[in-house]
């Protein structure tokens, strides 16, 4: 990403933070207070993304979000600050531009089928589940609808935690194995039918950079949180 945005003419890498590299700074408060930076962008981790918003927030820095772990509850509290700073987010689960599709189509299902499943498919060394692209597919679902379970979560006899997570409404199952990447599958069915819409993310960083740097493009100007990469495809 670093690489991508150097490449860029109309932007300019300010700095970086990397708590491995002495090269760069060991924190984001530290980054942002030692350069005038007008976008953050965080691809860090769940435990620490949170804070690097807020951060950035409170220096009116727009941020660009790729980390995964925040909740609804979290995206919330982001946004209410954004909007007491003056200042923009942008968050997607994936920046990948085919994940932002897998978004837009699987809304349009929902619209025509009122039953559905998502299966969330990662490494076995990711330590949050589910997947930032399995939740914001469900939380975006549920602006359509809540999905039709006839047999509710809590009435299943035997063991209800193998019916997956409830996340906005939706049952999320998430696997964590080795040789996954990313894979994020949304499941609908209707009696006599089933359509399977499936995004699948390769080893590479590669499908995020684009998506990131129409972000980053995107987020000057705005005031407080958009969710979703989809919402700024034409």
Known sequence: MAE???????????????????????????????????????????????ENVLAALEREVDVVIGSSGLSARDY??????????????????????????????AVEAARHLESWEVIDYASASKE???????????????????????VPVDKTHGAPEARGATVAGTQIHSLRLPSFTVSTEAVFAAAGEQLSIRHDAGESAAPYVAGTLLAIRAVRGRVGLTRGLDKLLA
């Open 4 to 50: 991508a945005v150097e490449a860029e003419d109309d932007l300019e890498l300010v700095g970086g933070v990397a708590r491995s590299d002495p090269a760069h700074f060991s924190s984001v408060a530290d980054a942002l207070e030692a350069v005038k930076a007008d976008v953050l962008v965080d691809y860090t981790h769940a435990a620490v993304v949170k």
């Open 76 to 105: 919330g509290e982001i946004d209410a600050r954004a909007h007491e700073q003056d200042a923009g987010v942008i968050a997607a689960g994936n920046f990948s531009i085919t994940a932002a599709l897998l978004l837009r189509f």
């Open 128 to 150: 949050d589940a589910p997947s930032g692209t399995s939740r914001e597919l469900a939380e975006r679902l549920a602006e359509v609808r809540r999905p039709k379970v006839e």
